[in-house]
């Protein structure tokens, strides 16, 4: 398959790179990304390419644009937005126009497994994503590699459309900023299922912890430093709370395992009792 792509397109009294754009997913990063893309100024959105023929339709009506599993539209950058294990695989199956540009949507998967493609690059949009819920993505930062110069200018570009939170970040540096999102998103969320699970097992209901969510998240934005905003038992040295605590939790020694290790954590990050 040959592309050709058209490269630049006159804005006003401004020469503007403006680009043509493919998304290959159909799972909650490409859901999100679709639909950005597809409002994005200076972007047009093409095509939304996906082998899952439920949600490729559901993902490009969303997006209001063209879905297919079978044949690759024309365009000048293709995002790939797949399982991170799953990117090598689809990348060799691409078959684009020289100039275009391949990047992949992963945090933890290196430029390398894009090859063979020439101008293979990463544009990593560093949020949470889940199926139904819009992203606002000028509230995040993404992050972008490039193979080559003509790779980086071009998801750098794009990128810039989405977002003025831009920055260059290598595999090493991703897989910092994933490993981070881990500790803020995935293992903060577990704890709330934690947190609803005490609750519901006296009938209460999960809000009641909302507002102190939703707190926290704001004091910890707000300072800076998490670790100078941290409050609690183990914060305090309170080490009656903590045994009371452990006692609550004897019939879960999976969760109490939970408690005890992120309580001991606290206690060694912020010194305040020897008895933690």
């Known amino acids: 398959m040959v592309l050709h792509a058209h490269r630049r397109k006159v804005f006003g009294n401004k020469d503007e790179l403006y680009m043509k754009i493919v998304v290959i997913g159909s799972g909650n990063v490409a859901e999100s990304l679709a639909q950005a ?11 939304l390419f996906a082998r899952n023929e439920e949600r490729g339709r559901k993902v490009a009506e969303l997006a209001k644009c063209e879905w297919s599993n079978t044949r690759l ?4 950058l293709y995002l790939i937005s797949v399982s991170d294990n799953a990117v090598a695989d689809v990348a060799k199956e691409l078959q684009v126009a020289e100039g275009a540009v391949v990047a992949h949507t992963a945090g933890c998967c290196p430029l390398e497994a894009l090859a063979p493609h020439t101008h293979r690059a990463v544009f990593y949009p560093f949020q949470t994503f889940s199926v139904g819920r819009k992203v606002d993505f000028t509230k995040g930062y993404i992050f972008v590699e490039g193979a080559t110069d003509h790779a980086l200018r071009v998801v750098d570009e794009a990128a810039h459309r989405l977002t003025q939170k831009v920055l260059p970040a290598d595999s090493a540096r991703r897989a910092v900023i994933h490993l981070s999102g881990v500790f803020a998103c995935n ?26 969510i939703e707190e926290t998240a704001k004091k910890a934005v707000e300072v800076g430093n998490p670790a100078l905003s941290q409050t ?4 305090r040295g309170d080490t009656q709370t903590l045994l009371r605590h452990r006692a609550m939790l004897t019939e879960k020694p999976h969760t109490q395992d939970i408690y005890d290790k992120i309580s001991e954590d606290i206690c060694e990050r912020t010194k305040t009792s020897k008895s933690c």
């Open 37 to 47: 893309v597809a409002e994005a100024e200076g972007l047009e959105f093409v095509q």
């Open 73 to 76: 539209a024309e365009a000048d």
């Open 187 to 212: 293992f903060a969320n577990a704890m709330y299922a934690n947190a609803a699970e005490i609750l519901a097992k006296e009938g209460l209901p999960f809000d009641i912890v909302a507002p102190v």
């Open 232 to 235: 609690g038992p183990a914060r």
